[in-house]
């Protein structure tokens, strides 16, 4: 079995994509990263392929026809690393609004005491750098309405840097997944825990994107406030079966 896989989504992240598949790569010669792209008019493809001769056997593209969200692009890489067998699977953004090297210190996390790790912002404080006060309000919110509805037991339940153990990815229905974004992180998170696996969440900083343009909008809020109440509906639903 292969060790940890660190999967980056992109669309358009030229500005970041380089310089964040180096410096993962460059902590631990046993990490391997996958890039799933869909299909950025940026090239930021072209830029992944360019850096496959520097690390070979250890990068690796997946170009998707076309942009359909956050979820569907985790759900492709995380059929391909499970066909893969990889043991550890990690999402990480492109942006370094999550640092490189938190992997380390969050797998032995799922060596020792954890199931999924979380990379939170907010399990010791705030550690937001450089969002402005609205944007940290609606992410304290959405975590507080998450808990309110589903009892999920985690301060940070939209947070996108999580690692997995293959087994918590293989009794997931992956075809049952609903959501693409914000929702896709809590709906991931919601079915784990129910399913009994245990979650930690590991303080990290979270630091705005210096480069590129941030990819939410309306929509994707207005799904993770519908999407946790699908949640807990359908939970009870399947529980009075």
Not at 61 to 82: C, M, N, S, V
Request: glycine residues 6%.
């Amino acid at each position: 079995m292969k060790n940890t896989l660190i999967v980056i989504p992109t669309y358009n992240e030229a500005d970041n994509i380089e310089a964040i598949i180096c410096e993962t790569l460059l902590i631990n010669e046993d990490y391997h990263v996958l890039v799933v792209d869909d299909s950025s008019p940026d090239g930021t493809g072209n830029l992944v392929a360019n850096l496959f001769e520097q690390f070979p056997n250890r990068l690796f593209l997946e170009t998707r026809p076309k942009k359909e969200g956050l979820g569907r692009a985790y759900l492709h890489a995380f059929r391909w690393a499970l066909a893969a067998d990889y043991k550890f699977i990690f999402e990480m953004d492109a942006d370094f609004s999550h640092n490189p090297q938190d992997v380390p210190k969050m797998e032995l996390h799922l060596l020792a005491d954890a199931d999924v790790v979380i990379g939170s912002r907010y399990v010791d404080g705030i550690n937001v750098v450089n969002w402005p006060l609205g944007r940290i309000l609606l992410s304290l919110a959405a975590s507080y309405y998450v808990k309110f509805f589903t009892s999920l037991p985690v301060k940070d339940a939209t947070a996108g840097f999580v690692g997995y153990k293959a087994e918590v990815l293989r009794a997931i229905d992956l075809d049952a997944v609903k959501f693409v974004g914000y929702a896709f992180q809590i709906e991931l998170k919601y079915k784990a825990w129910k399913k009994g696996f245990k979650l930690k969440e590991y303080s990290i900083i979270f630091l705005n994107r210096a480069k590129g343009q941030s990819k939410m909008n309306g929509s994707i809020i207005w799904e993770a406030i519908y999407g946790v109440v699908f949640l807990r509906i359908q939970s009870l639903f399947k529980r009075k079966q």
